[in-house]
């Protein structure tokens, strides 16, 4: 096992590059990219780093040279032979072949795009324009280089000891964490966090801790490296990415109203099984569902990704019923700001009623909090989304307003178009 606090000692974090591989990503941003492959190739998007949480003034503390040697590393990576033969050979969700031919001789051959940046009002805005199926692939590993780059600039002053302490002391809250969890009978939870990640190295040691610690209950991480290197399940399906630039494709109120539900219809073409996951939340959960074809109900399951968990996840059960639908046949996988006492409470709660799961993110891969002066490495809200697509803004509502985001005049006609109200905001953890 890697001796973290050393590593970061002794070599100042040269030696390990934050995204050392293509597949340093998530599992979903592969499976959609094959699907916009083919359906949406010559779509030409903008996406843009989106920092929510203000008072983190990225630009001041990560240093702009250091950003660029980062993101200009990761334009040099190429999928290596071995990571080719896994993903074109690999059983995932019991399917061989996942990925076609035609996708994987692409993306054998992929360069990111290049990259724009600059600094404003302490804040870097960094864009990336191109291709929709090239572009996409920028935005996980541009997240985690900019989560990373602010931890090295708190942990670079820090001495060997002081260093030593602060990851023996993340390594029992974790651990800690999961001794709460194996205590919870029939349990299913996968690694989500990739993205807001510490680092690399963190990232692997706490997928290797919950395989240790959880066994069967944990069944896999999002992560693609990570899954191939430490043989483990890739986990993932799909995420808001694709309504919002379908849906900024539409040419009419009318074809705006059945872009969500033609995302999925090209996604039921592709895939089958525990891959049929309705996100429902881009354009808001209950009138996503009132208006859902029929066929939307046969599906597997539901993520439920913003809004209250709970209410979410009860929005669904009475769908499920009202379409004849068994609940307890159906999964519900909880994915937003989750930690061990939300977990504790969702599964309670709807063990038994459905099946459960969980995709833990930041809080399982990111939990410094309250380990360093001025909590200086607690996570924040950072995202890097699709902002345009042909020229057309892109719209996102969601179930919780503080996740919102669009020009205004466009978010009150997405509202209009797909009925949405008065919502409840909540606080953003990450």
Same mark, same amino acid.
């Given at each position: 096992?890697?001796?973290?606090?050393?590593?970061?000692?002794?070599?100042?974090?040269?030696?390990?590059?934050?995204?050392?591989?293509?597949?340093?990503?998530?599992?979903?941003?592969?499976?959609?990219?094959?699907?916009?492959?083919?359906?949406?190739?010559?779509?030409?998007?903008?996406?843009?780093?989106?920092?929510?949480?203000?008072?983190?003034?990225?630009?001041?503390?990560?240093?702009?040279?250091?950003?660029?040697?980062?993101?200009?590393?990761?334009?040099?990576?190429?999928?290596?032979?071995?990571?080719?033969?896994?993903?074109?050979?690999?059983?995932?969700?019991?399917?061989?072949?996942?990925?076609?031919?035609?996708?994987?001789?692409?993306?054998?051959?992929?360069?990111?795009?290049?990259?724009?940046?600059?600094?404003?009002?302490?804040?870097?805005?960094?864009?990336?324009?191109?291709?929709?199926?090239?572009?996409?692939?920028?935005?996980?590993?541009?997240?985690?280089?900019?989560?990373?780059?602010?931890?090295?600039?708190?942990?670079?002053?820090?001495?060997?000891?002081?260093?030593?302490?602060?990851?023996?002391?993340?390594?029992?809250? /974790? *651990?800690?964490?999961?001794?709460?969890?194996?205590?919870? =009978? @029939? +349990?299913?939870? &996968?690694?989500? #966090? !990739?993205?807001?990640?510490?680092?690399? /190295? *963190?990232?692997?040691?706490?997928?290797?801790?919950?395989? =240790? @610690? +959880?066994?069967? &209950?944990?069944? #896999? !991480?999002?992560?693609?490296?990570?899954?191939?290197?430490?043989?483990?399940?890739?986990?993932?399906?799909?995420?808001?990415?694709?309504?919002?630039?379908?849906?900024?494709?539409?040419?009419?109120?009318?074809?705006?109203?059945?872009?969500?539900?033609?995302?999925?219809?090209?996604?039921?073409?592709?895939?089958?099984?525990?891959?049929?996951?309705?996100?429902?939340?881009?354009?808001?959960?209950?009138?996503?569902?009132?208006?859902?074809?029929?066929?939307?109900?046969?599906?597997?399951?539901?993520?439920?990704?913003?809004?209250?968990?709970?209410?979410?996840?009860?929005?669904?059960?009475?769908?499920?019923?009202?379409?004849?639908?068994?609940?307890?046949?159906?999964?519900?996988?909880?994915?937003?700001?989750?930690?061990?006492?939300?977990?504790?409470?969702?599964?309670?709660?709807?063990?038994?009623?459905?099946?459960?799961?969980?995709?833990?993110?930041?809080?399982?891969?990111?939990?410094?909090?309250?380990?360093?002066?001025?909590?200086?490495?607690?996570?924040?809200?950072?995202?890097?989304?699709?902002?345009?697509?042909?020229?057309?803004?892109?719209?996102?509502?969601?179930?919780?307003?503080?996740?919102?985001?669009?020009?205004?005049?466009?978010?009150?006609?997405?509202?209009?178009?797909?009925?949405?109200?008065?919502?409840?905001?909540?606080?953003?953890?990450?």
């Amino acid at each position: 096992m890697v001796d973290i606090a050393t590593r970061v000692h002794n070599h100042k974090w040269k030696i390990d590059p934050i995204v050392r591989s293509l597949i340093d990503t998530d599992f979903y941003k592969l499976l959609m990219c094959q699907s916009v492959f083919r359906n949406k190739p010559d779509t030409n998007v903008t996406f843009s780093l989106i920092n929510r949480t203000k008072r983190i003034r990225l630009a001041e503390l990560v240093d702009e040279g250091e950003l660029r040697e980062q993101l200009d590393h990761i334009r040099t990576l190429r999928l290596s032979r071995g990571e080719s033969t896994w993903l074109r050979g690999n059983m995932f969700y019991g399917k061989r072949q996942m990925f076609r031919h035609d996708f994987m001789e692409w993306f054998e051959g992929l360069q990111l795009p290049p990259y724009h940046l600059e600094k404003r009002d302490g804040q870097y805005e960094l864009t990336f324009e191109g291709k929709w199926p090239e572009v996409m692939m920028w935005e996980i590993p541009a997240l985690a280089v900019l989560m990373e780059l602010r931890g090295r600039a708190v942990l670079g002053s820090m001495g060997k000891f002081e260093l030593q302490v602060l990851y023996a002391r993340a390594m029992t809250k /974790l *651990w800690e964490k999961i001794e709460r969890l194996r205590k919870i =009978e @029939g +349990l299913r939870i &996968a690694d989500f #966090g !990739t993205r807001r990640r510490h680092s690399f /190295l *963190w990232q692997d040691w706490c997928v290797q801790a919950m395989r =240790e @610690g +959880l066994g069967s &209950a944990f069944p #896999g !991480t999002s992560n693609c490296l990570i899954a191939m290197r430490r043989e483990v399940e890739a986990i993932g399906t799909n995420a808001h990415e694709l309504p919002m630039v379908y849906s900024a494709l539409a040419n009419s109120d009318a074809e705006l109203a059945q872009a969500p539900y033609q995302v999925l219809a090209d996604w039921h073409e592709e895939h089958d099984g525990n891959l049929r996951i309705i996100l429902p939340d881009t354009y808001g959960t209950e009138g996503f569902l009132a208006r859902a074809p029929e066929w939307l109900a046969k599906w597997t399951g539901i993520r439920i990704d913003s809004g209250d968990p709970a209410t979410g996840a009860e929005i669904a059960i009475k769908w499920w019923k009202s379409c004849g639908e068994d609940p307890r046949d159906k999964l519900v996988i909880f994915s937003d700001g989750l930690d061990v006492d939300v977990i504790e409470q969702l599964h309670r709660r709807f063990a038994g009623r459905v099946k459960v799961s969980f995709g833990w993110g930041t809080m399982l891969t990111n939990d410094f909090r309250g380990l360093v002066a001025d909590d200086a490495l607690a996570p924040f809200s950072i995202v890097c989304k699709a902002v345009s697509a042909n020229g057309r803004p892109t719209v996102k509502l969601s179930d919780n307003p503080n996740k919102a985001m669009g020009p205004a005049d466009e978010i009150a006609r997405y509202k209009r178009v797909f009925g949405v109200g008065a919502q409840n905001a909540q606080d953003l953890i990450v």
